[in-house]
């Protein structure tokens, strides 16, 4: 992928959390101030996540803009994968949210006091959320698709907790206002439950990148048959993938005829080599190694005739 490219997925993805920052403080005093004044300690619970999202959504965006920088003589390959540390970031962030809002709602139902009714205002603070939250999450599903980035697929998980946050919220109060004012806190934990499992998710999509992680199956498969179409390839002898950002990186090792004088062997590995970047937009880097046939080969036969 050329950098103008991967540069312009980053802006994309700085874009994307500045919206989500913007959204999230709005969403933050308006979900505080409907549970302060309303008597709902879910909608309570739910402003103090979006006030976490804050902080969090800042860091993906200090993550994009500083993997985005070129390779230096210190990181000769980029600084990509800043943007799966600032996932892994984000995902403890939304984990220790989630323990806070499921202790407070505990907290709540182990007291065993009278529990405040809510009123009509955190039902409207609530639908407000939902609803931005919905938009949010499919903007960001979207983005997250067309540039790959896992920072954004990250904020998407994010942003789907919440809106199952805020929809807890909402049955919370209204489960409440009908009599059952133990529903409230409950709600809370419920939340905490659904945030602990997303940040899970994207624990583990960061980790895997982090970790070097290869290609699904199915992707391998076509890097074999794209090299395999070169009339000069006998056969594979290794071929290695690494997740890095939203791409990866391919090493291959092909074993052709023993009597292809150099210049013929290197156009063979230059062929694969720039097929595969055509073919895989994804792609980062591609190191090509050709070996020579052993000579005892089946193959070998119709050469040794020859």
């Not at 806190?185 to 895997?208: E, G, M, Q, W, Y």
Request: charged content about 20%; hydrophobic content about 45%.
């Amino acid at each position: 992928m050329a950098n103008s490219t991967r540069s312009d997925h980053a802006k994309q993805g700085m874009r994307t959390s500045l919206i989500s920052i913007i959204a999230s403080v709005v969403l933050s005093f308006l979900k505080l101030a409907s549970g302060i004044i309303g008597n709902s300690s879910a909608l309570i619970s739910d402003g103090a996540n979006s006030l976490s999202d804050v902080i969090s959504y800042s860091v993906v965006m200090g993550g994009l803009a500083a993997s985005d920088r070129k390779a230096d003589r210190n990181h000769q390959y980029g600084h990509e994968k800043l943007e799966s540390v600032v996932s892994v970031l984000l995902a403890i962030v939304i984990f220790f949210t989630a323990i806070g809002i499921g202790y407070s709602g505990l907290k709540q139902i182990w007291s065993r006091r009278a529990l405040p009714i809510p009123t009509i205002l955190p039902l409207a603070g609530a639908l407000v959320s939902i609803a931005t939250k919905l938009f949010l999450y499919i903007y960001t599903k979207r983005k997250a698709a067309s540039t790959g980035l896992n920072s954004l697929k990250a904020l998407s998980s994010d942003h789907i907790a919440d809106v199952l946050s805020s929809t807890g919220a909402l049955l919370g109060v209204v489960g409440a206002r009908l009599g059952f004012p133990e529903l409230d806190p409950v709600a809370s934990v419920v939340i905490a439950v659904l945030i602990l499992r997303s940040s899970l998710v994207v624990l583990k999509s960061a980790v895997n990148v982090l970790m070097d992680v290869s290609v699904d199956d199915l992707t391998k498969g076509h890097l074999e048959q794209a090299i395999l179409s070169n009339p000069h390839v006998q056969r594979i002898d290794l071929l290695r993938t690494r997740s890095v950002g939203a791409g990866f990186y391919v090493e291959v090792e092909i074993c052709c005829c023993r009597h292809l004088r150099l210049h013929e062997a290197h156009d063979v590995a230059e062929e694969i080599h720039d097929r595969i970047e055509k073919e895989f937009p994804k792609v980062r880097h591609v190191m090509v190694h050709t070996n020579p046939c052993p000579g005892d080969a089946e193959f070998c036969k119709w050469c040794k005739d020859k």
